[in-house]
């Protein structure tokens, strides 16, 4: 294969290693970085769902599709319909990379006990002795993985870090904002992360060239914006806003939610919602708009 053949080649990226050491994290790191993710992907449909995915992006998207697969391999047979698939795919002209995640025995043993579950291997014997059994099932593929992670010391947050680090190559935002305007009279959005009252200012609704209209609308927005209060909130809470998007990139944050309120959702919610997310995007944070109480009044 060319240079050039081997820099379009699709993408495959294969997360397996200790049960209890992070391979759900690193899935989940990966599916916020819009790759294709499988996870419980036994080895023996490995191809065939490449074969497939190639496919339908060839049919239906442009470039190269991205595939992620959580691979749990835990038998001798498993190893070796695995180690025949990658081989396949290498041959198709895909790009596979092999993570494997790892960790202490005292650390796994800390977590399958955290969460009160036996080890997959463990059968009848203690769960040290099904951690030992999979560890000695695995040695040969930990030994050849191209990207092994030792999660031992690890938090989430931490490993969640060290897997985008390692897969890099991304050029979307690292944290999505969705702007939510919504009226207090139907109740605060349950999946809001912050929370705004628009109220303090004056409702348009008793404006009666006004009340028609909505805060997308210019007539209102700039009713809205002009009223006292209204710039110094907008330019303050984007000044709050600054070292809370620091923190939430640091922390792995891919979503946040940030509501904003008034009576009905129709005027003044709408308008500063609209202002806001226009002022938040950047090169690593993208919002997104929208409006849950419009049109319901």
Request: hydrophobic share 40%.
């Amino acid at each position: 294969m060319t240079t050039q053949e081997s820099a379009a080649a699709p993408e495959l990226i294969v997360v397996t290693g200790m049960s209890g050491a992070g391979r759900t994290t690193a899935a989940n790191v990966l599916e916020d970085r819009g790759w294709y993710v499988i996870d419980n992907l036994p080895p023996q449909l490995l191809v065939a769902m490449a074969d497939l995915l190639a496919r339908e992006d060839a049919e239906h998207r442009d470039g190269m599709p991205r595939l992620a697969a959580v691979v749990d391999v835990r038998s001798r047979e498993f190893f070796t319909d695995f180690r025949q698939g990658m081989d396949h795919l290498r041959d198709e002209g895909w790009r596979p990379t092999v993570i494997f995640m790892d960790a202490t025995d005292e650390a796994l043993v800390r977590r399958f006990e955290s969460v009160r579950r036996p080890h997959p291997l463990q059968g009848e014997g203690r769960l040290l002795d099904g951690i030992q059994a999979e560890r000695e099932t695995l040695r040969d593929l930990r030994a050849t993985s191209d990207i092994l992670i030792d999660t031992s010391g690890l938090n989430v947050h931490q490993l969640s870090s060290k897997v985008r680090e390692f897969v890099g190559g991304d050029e979307g935002p690292a944290l999505r904002i969705a702007v939510m305007s919504f009226g207090f009279k139907y109740g605060i959005p349950l999946d809001a992360d912050l929370v705004f009252d628009m109220r303090f200012l004056p409702n348009p609704f008793w404006n009666p060239q006004l009340r028609p209209h909505t805060g997308q609308e210019a007539i209102v927005a700039d009713y809205v914006l002009a009223q006292p209060g209204a710039r110094e909130f907008l330019d303050r809470t984007l000044s709050l806003l600054e070292p809370m998007t620091a923190g939430y990139l640091r922390e792995g944050r891919s979503y946040v939610t940030l509501a904003v309120g008034c009576t009905g959702g129709k005027h003044r919610s709408v308008a500063m919602a609209e202002a806001l997310a226009d002022r938040i995007n950047s090169d690593q944070v993208k919002s997104l708009v929208v409006h849950r109480d419009l049109g319901r009044e």
